[in-house]
């Protein structure tokens, strides 16, 4: 397996306000790998950091071997580096359809859009048969699908998750990680922050833990589900 991401000694502030220290790791192609941490541990800084929202202060990430450290994020997008972020952020007054066309603008993925879309519209029954109904009249599962699948249209090396499931109903929790083994399967890079720990460390190759923006602990999924410490601080063990 070759490495995709690699992050070194990441710093990063808020004014004086310290969000990431020295945090480093890699991903390699192919994996899922889990950011695990409390509320207000640095988890979304981190993501946005890499996705180019966030400058830090010290440190390097480095993407398919080129260095992207500082780069803005419509270049990291651009680049390969997909988001589907907290929150969702869809556009709410356009259409389904042309919020994955908004997607798909993307230069690197412009001119396989119509190709996409329609692999979008496979992997989602449910957006295709809303393709023409307002982004903001559907319910949070469906918006949640959206998001993911414009994200795909932008055509991804890796796709870096925050809190997919935040919000969701179970059974629409269900279909978020049935979606992310199966974009796994297909051998998509993932990055995967959620608030769901035993599962995403079940689906996880490899794991880290993040506590007030610093790494303290990192492992295969496996080992840290069965490690103590993890399993008293966050899956109430
Ligand atoms: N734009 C910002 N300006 C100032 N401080 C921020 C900003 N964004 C985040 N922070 C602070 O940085 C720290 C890390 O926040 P972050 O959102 O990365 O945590 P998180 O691990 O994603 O938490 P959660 O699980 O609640 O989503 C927090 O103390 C937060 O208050
Ligand atoms: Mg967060």
Do not use: W
Request: negative net charge; contains cysteine.
């Amino acid at each position: 397996m070759s490495r995709l991401l690699e992050i070194e000694n990441l710093d990063l502030y808020y004014g004086d306000a310290q969000a990431l220290s020295e945090v480093s790791l890699s991903v390699d192609r192919g994996q899922v790998v889990a950011i695990v941490g409390a509320n207000g541990a640095g988890k979304s800084s981190l993501i946005r950091t890499i996705a180019g929202i966030e400058k830090p202060r010290a440190g390097h990430i480095r993407f398919n071997g080129q260095d992207i450290t500082g780069l803005e994020s419509h270049q990291t997008c651009n680049l390969g580096i997909g988001q589907v972020a907290e929150g969702r952020q869809i556009f709410p007054t356009l259409s389904v359809e042309e919020n994955l066309e908004m997607g798909g603008l993307l230069p690197r993925a412009r001119s396989k859009a119509g190709e996409t879309l329609e692999r979008v519209f496979t992997m989602f029954p449910r957006l295709a048969e809303r393709r023409a109904q307002l982004a903001g009249t559907m319910s949070g599962g469906e918006q949640q699908m959206l998001a993911i699948g414009r994200c795909l249209m932008g055509q991804p090396e890796l796709i870096m998750f925050d809190e997919p499931s935040l919000g969701l109903a179970p059974t629409v929790v269900q279909e978020v990680f049935h979606i992310i083994r199966t974009l796994h399967a297909e051998g998509m890079t993932i990055l995967l922050v959620e608030q769901n720990v035993a599962v995403s460390l079940k689906i996880s190759s490899q794991a880290y833990v993040l506590e007030n923006g610093r790494i303290v602990m990192s492992g295969s999924g496996e080992a840290l589900l069965h490690d103590d410490r993890v399993r008293q601080a966050y899956l109430g063990l």
